[in-house]
């Protein structure tokens, strides 16, 4: 599985982005897609992680304010940010779960000013 992830950028506090996670090559084997992100000096954190029947689950930090969705039709997952904070500037991974393996994009920078 191969993943192209982009919609990074600079936004203001409370701004919004969107982040998309295009997937290509073994499509069928994915069982959900993960959003990460990593922030200077921290460890890597869930996000969001949508499954293949659309259930999501987000990290408390982002609830109320993200939403993953996906379009299989054009095999995209996609990482709506709302009402962002300073908090969340971190470069943000794309992660495919298949029963063999994870794979990973590689990643998009957002930085929110305050």
């Known amino acids: 599985v191969q993943l192209q992830a982009s919609g990074g950028g600079l936004v203001q506090t409370g701004g919004s982005l969107r982040l998309s996670c295009a997937a290509s090559g073994s499509i069928r084997s994915i069982y959900a897609i993960a959003w990460y992100r990593q922030a200077p000096g921290k460890e890597r954190e869930l996000v969001a992680v949508?499954?293949?029947?659309?259930?999501?689950n987000y990290a408390d930090s982002v609830k109320g304010r993200f939403t993953v969705s996906r379009d299989n039709a054009k095999n995209t997952v996609t990482l709506q940010m709302n009402s962002l904070k300073p908090d969340d500037t971190a470069v943000y991974y794309c992660?495919?779960?298949?029963?063999?393996?994870?794979?990973w994009g590689q990643g998009t920078l957002v930085t929110v000013s305050s």
């Open positions: 949508i499954n293949n029947s659309g259930s999501a």
């Open positions: 992660n495919a779960r298949t029963v063999f393996s994870d794979s």
